[in-house]
């Protein structure tokens, strides 16, 4: 946790709902930083549990 180097690392649950894993849930190490929540769904909507992603990516955002 010290030797982030200054980066904002967001640390979620991958449950079944992913609004409420990025937006309610995470620890974040490091300066928080927003979170798209348009992209994410409705808090309410359930989705089937997620697989593990060992490979994380930046994606459109980062």
Do not use: C, F, Q
Request: hydrophobic share 30%.
């Amino acid at each position: 946790m010290r030797n982030h180097g200054g980066l904002s690392i967001l640390i979620h649950p991958n449950i079944t709902n992913p609004k409420r894993d990025h937006t309610v849930d995470p620890v974040w190490i490091g300066r928080p930083l927003g979170v798209h929540e348009e992209v994410l769904g409705e808090e309410d909507e359930a989705e089937e549990a997620l697989e593990v992603n060992t490979e994380p990516t930046l994606g459109a955002y980062g």
